[in-house]
């Protein structure tokens, strides 16, 4: 509970953390300029006209009365407006790259499983089998891709070729209509960039990598 006599600046300052939102943010969401947000949460302007803080208080479900501090804020108001987020701890199966293109369900049989937390259930994970895409991904760190999202510029994916019988990890690089596979490696020669067919098929999109010492 915040209780009565607490400042304007201190109860703003509080819902603005509560609701990770900064000063910028708040301005645009509520149509108040920014410099009259922020002298108020410095405590510049510790007795705002009672129309600029209307939209605040509307904003965060509280009466003008109770932003002010002439009025305690309930305790019950704190877990209700901004609920504590759980984390959901998900087992993540580290395939081999011949299972990669089995069902989830028979690959992951028999495999070595990671703990993670809030990743999808349909996520997996393979360890990287080659210098194409160092220094960012050593060979032998943890890849844990999600084959639910979709490929966005600059994402990086495993992709099973359309002329070759085993996937890669790449890079993604998008202009206009195009789209490239971008090895990270310096060593070009070894790894060439190549446009990505319409026949090739994203199998998953990297969310999370892990280093192996």
Known sequence: MLAKGVSLSDTLNRLMFEKKIRVTELSRKIGLPQPTLHRIATGKSPNPHRSTLEP???????????????????TDYWSAAFPTETTKVTSIPIISWDQIEQPLEIARVGCKEIMS??????????????????????????????????????AYVLVKLSDSEHPIF??????????????????????????????????????????NY
């Open 56 to 74: 605040i208080a509307n904003f965060f479900q509280l009466d003008v009365e109770q932003l002010v501090g002439s009025e305690s804020i309930p």
């Open 170 to 211: 790449r890079q993604v690089l998008m202009d206009g209509d195009s789209c490239y596979l971008k090895s990270l490696n310096p060593d070009l020669s070894a790894f060439t960039m190549r446009t990505m067919k319409e026949e090739d098929e994203v199998l998953g999109i990297l969310v999370e990598s892990r280093r």
């Open 117 to 154: 937390a809030n990743l999808s259930d349909q996520c997996f994970g393979l360890s990287m089998n080659d210098s194409s895409m160092e220094p960012h991904f050593e060979q032998g760190s943890t890849l844990i891709f999600d084959p639910g999202l979709s490929i966005k510029d600059r």
